[in-house]
């Protein structure tokens, strides 16, 4: 396996590109539409198009993760696979939340939303975004410490 172990975490890197890449834009898109310069319905289109991909990067990671046999005693891999694991959880979390926005006009202001809608858009976008980072970090460290 240790042969094999460089083209698991290509793929596993790759995977990320797919996973964080999509959810950074989806996320973006929204920050936009909070601060005026963007839309509701940007937000909604771009959400519906790279929703797809997010979740093809999240599952490859999640199989090539598997066969990089994480060392499971070590506290930070711990923290990484919790993390994770919020990550899907919000992931499904933030599917709620775009039914919840579908039904609002393509236009609205951020600044109008429902209270709870707005309070719903900045916690999620930034739990997802504090978890992708903090699982690259500790990955990143974990790979770093192998040397490898």
């Known amino acids: 396996m240790g042969d094999l172990r460089w083209l698991f975490l290509v793929a ?11 959810a950074v834009m989806i996320e973006y898109c929204g920050f ?14 771009t ?13 490859g990671m999640l199989l090539s993760g598997m066969f990089l046999a994480p ?19 919000n992931a499904v979390n933030s599917r ?3 039914r919840q926005l579908m039904p609002l006009r393509k236009k609205l202001a951020f600044r109008v939303a429902p209270r709870r809608l707005q309070l719903w858009c900045l916690t999620n976008g930034t739990i ?9 970090l500790i990955g990143a460290l974990n790979t770093a ?4």
């Open 96 to 98: 709620s939340l775009m």
């Open 32 to 45: 936009l539409w909070m601060l005026g310069r963007g839309s509701l319905g940007n937000v909604r289109k």
């Open 145 to 148: 410490g192998r040397g490898s």
């Open 71 to 89: 060392n499971l005693a070590e506290p930070m891999t711990a923290l990484k696979l919790v993390g994770v694991l919020l990550i899907g959880l």
């Open 12 to 22: 596993h890197l790759a995977a990320l590109v797919i996973g964080l890449g999509p």
């Open 47 to 59: 959400e519906r198009r790279l929703s797809l991909l997010s979740w093809l990067g999240f599952s």
């Open 128 to 136: 997802s975004q504090l978890l992708w980072w903090t699982a690259v």
